[in-house]
């Protein structure tokens, strides 16, 4: 009982302090999930973006002679985008072989390129490629052909010796066109090329095959390197910063396409037999269908003069008899002419790299020319 004027007692309602101290260490422990939510939509949209115009890691058949799948040339297997070099979707069939774009000719006759990167050539579109340029020249002139082109990045010589017995089996071909670089002509294709190397025996080069890396014996073992591949074959952006990292690291290095002039300059076999080896080596085991195109350096600037590897390969067709031609004097006339260049593109440094359209096209127009013999028979 309180008496009148005493303080009165204030009594609190009894609280729960163990939920309320939990209150603001649930808003703190959750904070970042906004975040969280932003990183995850932000390269969601990254990764549909760039799909657009870069794949994920794709995987074309290896140039194996004995495991290589059988492609009727009707069915496009592989689809590769990418922006590194120009703007390109490049289209492959189920036996690595690019796509020209053009209807196939029904009991047409067959033409085959062999090259590396510049016959897989996915800088430019399949209706760009030298193949698809050669094909609509030659069907122009009355001659129903069909162009079967064969291009594996970073490979040489060997791999056209391996791959051609099969390929010219399966498609029996008029002509077989290798397009050779600088590097052909150097000591790579005997100890620095891709999966297949060469060495002589009796006079010619024979391929030999280059050992793998072991794969997994268990293929559920999960591994690093297994878990990255997943993870580059189905994220473009994964694979994007995984090539530009490469890129970053590879870039004191000249890269395939750069040769320097003096290529040949550290070569331990004389230019001039492997000039010999390799001309005598591919016209055999083409059953003398071939017809080689050089593809040198040819930039902004400077006379390009003719380089010692070109010419020693000059001499050694001559000496074979076999046709060969350089695309120097073309790509010259095209840089003089219009000021245009056979090479590079609007993203990359000009007249350095890859063909580009303008040089599949002249590339084509060569080829085209030296089928034009006067022993040719006249179109059907």
């Given at each position: 009982m309180t008496t009148p004027g005493s303080p009165v007692l204030q009594v609190a309602e009894p609280t729960d302090s163990k939920n309320d101290s939990r209150r603001p260490m649930r808003r703190a422990k959750f904070r970042w999930l906004p975040a969280l939510a932003g990183i995850v939509v932000a390269l969601g949209l990254a990764e549909m973006g760039l799909r657009l115009i870069f794949s994920p890691l794709v995987y074309l058949p290896a140039p194996d002679p004995d495991n290589l799948p059988i492609s009727t040339g009707s069915a496009t297997q592989y689809t590769i985008r990418q922006y590194r070099e120009g703007f390109a979707v490049s289209h492959y069939f189920a036996d690595g072989a690019?796509?020209?774009?053009?209807?196939?000719?029904?009991?047409?006759?067959?033409?085959?390129?062999?090259?590396?990167?510049?016959?897989?050539?996915?800088?430019?579109?399949?209706?760009?490629?030298?193949?698809?340029?050669?094909?609509?020249?030659?069907?122009?002139?009355?001659?129903?052909?069909?162009?079967?082109?064969?291009?594996?990045?970073?490979?040489?010589?060997?791999?056209?010796?391996?791959?051609?017995?099969?390929?010219?089996?399966?498609?029996?071909?008029?002509?077989?066109?290798?397009?050779?670089?600088?590097?052909?002509?150097?000591?790579?294709?005997?100890?620095?090329?891709?999966?297949w190397t060469v060495r002589t025996n009796n006079g010619l080069l024979e391929p030999v095959k280059v050992n793998s890396p072991r794969p997994n014996s268990n293929p559920r073992t999960i591994t690093v390197k297994r878990v990255g591949t997943y993870i580059l074959s189905h994220s473009a952006l994964a694979f994007a910063v995984f090539t530009r990292i490469k890129e970053i690291r590879a870039a004191r290095h000249a890269s395939d396409a750069d040769v320097p002039e003096d290529a040949n300059a550290s070569s331990k076999v004389p230019l001039l037999e492997i000039a010999r080896l390799t001309v005598k080596s591919l016209d055999a085991a083409s059953n003398h269908k071939l017809i080689l195109v050089y593809v040198p350096e040819v930039d902004a600037a400077g006379d390009n003069r003719t380089d010692k590897g070109e010419r020693a390969l000059l001499d050694a067709c001559d000496e074979f008899r076999v046709d060969c031609v350089s695309a120097r004097s073309a790509m010259l006339a095209l840089r003089r002419t219009h000021d245009e260049l056979a090479r590079g593109f609007e993203n990359t440094l000009i007249g350095t790299g890859h063909l580009n359209a303008l040089g599949h096209r002249l590339i084509a127009q060569l080829i085209a020319e030296q089928l034009q013999s006067p022993n040719r028979q006249p179109p059907l």
């Open positions: 690019r796509e020209t774009g053009n209807p196939p000719i029904s009991n047409g006759v067959n033409y085959l390129i062999f090259g590396n990167s510049f016959v897989e050539a996915r800088q430019v579109p399949d209706k760009e490629t030298m193949g698809s340029v050669l094909e609509r020249i030659e069907r122009r002139n009355g001659y129903p052909i069909n162009v079967r082109q064969y291009g594996w990045d970073g490979t040489s010589t060997g791999t056209y010796l391996a791959m051609m017995p099969v390929l010219t089996a399966r498609w029996h071909p008029d002509k077989v066109i290798v397009i050779i670089t600088p590097f052909e002509l150097t000591d790579r294709p005997f100890s620095g090329a891709w999966n």
